[in-house]
């Protein structure tokens, strides 16, 4: 990436109104995200998280402005082709999950990411490269020995880590994780904790959607704060990880807890 393009936030939402059903449920007036920063978007179910995500995807599309002016820019343009965008964002989320239970190889799945596709199909030209790349990602992320395993008999943990691998063989300048450690049991979220530390000091911009605070890493400096739609608090996370602003956002008497740049509520 040039200077000239560092200086440039990797993505930009400006006025960005999502309606659904005649009601508003994001209202996002400005939001910049920049290459090698670690964000957190962090708010209770129903704060407009997945649509945010949908806005960054582009699966959710926002009202368009009156002035005709663009409401989403990737690298300060509204136009971009399909390859550049996987060149600089990989998503890894639950609907993209739930749409990998099927009887493809964890190796073909990373593969498969080339493609942007559901699986590999006898038409598309996989290569040798692409193979050992698949490989090397299986490995750098702690599941190389799940290679020849189908995605229908790993548990929950282990497809998400074969999902990563499969949104960063563009090698993203950001990648996007939804929930994450959902459905996670204790061991399964411990490694992957790790495995998303292990991803932010590897150079990749680290947005991490959640509404646990324990999910937020210590590499992660910036939190982002959503309530009913809307952009609560943007700020440091030393900031706004603090017992009165965690309390705003959730609307429970909780107690914050650091240690170590990692937190969790009492």
């Not at 997945?50 to 005709?68: C, F, I, M, N, Y």
Request: charged share 25%.
């Amino acid at each position: 990436m040039s200077g000239a393009d560092r200086a440039t936030p990797l993505l930009a939402l400006r006025d960005c109104v999502v309606v659904r059903d005649g009601a508003e449920v994001l209202r996002v007036d400005a939001l910049e995200l920049r290459a090698g920063e670690h964000v957190a978007v962090l708010g209770p179910n129903g704060a407009g998280k997945s649509t945010l995500v949908g806005l960054l995807t582009r699966e959710v599309r926002p009202l368009a402005h009156v002035d005709g002016s663009p409401a989403v820019l990737l690298l300060g343009r509204e136009r971009w082709d399909l390859s550049e965008a996987r060149h600089l964002m990989g998503i890894v989320s639950d609907s993209l999950q739930e749409r990998y239970v099927v009887r493809v190889t964890a190796r073909d799945t990373v593969v498969s990411g080339h493609f942007g596709s559901i699986g590999l199909y006898r038409h598309q030209p996989v290569t040798p490269a692409m193979r050992e790349g698949a490989d090397e990602l299986l490995d750098f992320l702690g599941v190389s020995h799940l290679a020849t395993r189908t995605m229908d008999t790993l548990s929950t943990g282990e497809a998400r880590r074969v999902l990563i691998a499969r949104a960063l063989v563009h090698s993203p300048a950001m990648l996007v994780l939804d929930e994450p450690c959902d459905g996670l049991d204790p061991r399964a979220t411990w490694e992957f904790l790790a495995v998303m530390r292990r991803i932010a000091n590897a150079g990749h911009a680290l947005v991490l959607v959640t509404h646990h605070v324990e999910d937020i890493v210590p590499e992660i400096d910036r939190v982002i704060m959503l309530k009913r739609g809307r952009i609560l608090h943007d700020g440091p996370k030393t900031e706004l990880m603090q017992t009165a602003v965690v309390r705003e956002l959730f609307g429970v008497p909780v107690e914050v807890e650091e240690r170590d740049g990692a937190y969790r509520l009492w």
